[in-house]
């Protein structure tokens, strides 16, 4: 990929689509101008209890440090282009309550920022360990969090989509109904049901609730982190996650950016499905994993020089 002129900073690595940079991305995005990027598509650090090695914040502090990354997100997004946010939730510390703080920060994109909630999605992670071990394993007084928000936000109400893009195969029950036909009538529920439903459309449409099962353990970046002696980012979406929103918002030839881009998955579905992307990530050791994901790299990434970023 050619870096955009207006984009002045080395890349740690580039691909044929996109490159990935090092350092502060809420520096690196005060570079991009405005109405440059079609789609935001990130995972941030969440709110969690226990501090984790890759940065995340106190829930009270959540609202107030991301708005600074959202204001920028929101200049450099095009009017008809999205902001993709996946965040997990929380617990209250000490007692089996949930804490609000990804509702609180959805709330100020919008009434605050400015933003508009285009839709909310629902990650459901089926092979997600049970947790919190203390109310769900131990006392037995919940059941286990395994649903991620996703919120899927815009500049204009009119975002860029189509749904065309992520259609689903149809059921079963559904191809038997388009090969025997459908005699058109109100359902129970009083909602008329034309002949229209009965006709192919290629796929059926997805709902907001995205079931992808994380249980990558075997993927050619592991296999490197592991050969290199090199710890994998342990907070890792599955490609799945970032492939929907991208086939669903975008077109060929668009610009993606991942601010909070950890391994890079986002980079790499993007190369996959011939975007254009930029990743940002303040901690070089997932930086220099993340080389794995792309086979046309060569060299080891300990062997990388330096950029001058910071």
Not at 154 to 179: H, W
Not at 180 to 208: E, L, M
Not at 243 to 260: A, C, H, M, N, W
Not at 287 to 292: E, G, H, N
Request: a neutral charge; aromatic letters at 12%; charged letters at 20%.
């Amino acid at each position: 990929m050619d870096i955009p002129a207006w984009f002045e900073t080395q890349p740690y690595y580039q691909t044929r689509h996109g490159a990935a940079f090092l350092g502060d991305s809420l520096a690196l995005m005060q570079r991009i101008p405005d109405n440059a990027v079609n789609l935001v598509m990130t995972s941030p650090p969440f709110a969690l209890k226990r501090k984790k090695e890759y940065g995340n914040v106190h829930a009270k502090e959540y609202v107030e440090w991301f708005l600074p990354f959202a204001e920028q997100m929101k200049r450099i997004v095009t009017d008809d282009g999205s902001i993709v946010i996946d965040i997990g939730g929380t617990w209250i510390k000490g007692q089996p309550t949930r804490s609000l703080y990804h509702f609180r920060l959805v709330i100020a994109l919008v009434e605050e920022l400015g933003l508009h909630l285009a839709q909310e999605f629902y990650w459901y992670n089926p092979a997600k360990l049970p947790s919190p071990a203390e109310w769900v394993t131990v006392r037995r007084i919940r059941v286990k969090d395994a649903v991620n928000t996703v919120w899927w936000l815009s500049k204009s109400p009119f975002p860029k989509a189509t749904n065309r893009n992520v259609l689903k195969p149809y059921s079963e029950s559904m191809k038997a109904l388009l090969k025997n036909g459908y005699r058109a009538q109100k359902r129970p529920s009083g909602h008329d049901i034309s002949d229209n439903f009965s006709q192919d459309h290629g796929g059926a449409i997805p709902p907001n609730l995205i079931e992808l099962a994380n249980t990558d353990s075997n993927s050619g970046y592991l296999q490197e982190c592991r050969a290199q002696n090199i710890k994998p980012h342990p907070a890792r979406f599955p490609h799945g996650l970032p492939e929907f929103f991208i086939k669903f918002l975008t077109d060929p030839g668009d610009l993606v950016i991942d601010p909070f881009a950890g391994s890079v998955v986002t980079g790499d579905v993007c190369d996959t499905l011939d975007r254009r992307w930029l990743a940002f990530e303040i901690q070089e050791d997932y930086l220099q994993a993340s080389k794995f994901r792309f086979p046309e790299l060569s060299g080891s990434p300990q062997q990388l020089p330096l950029p001058n970023t910071r």
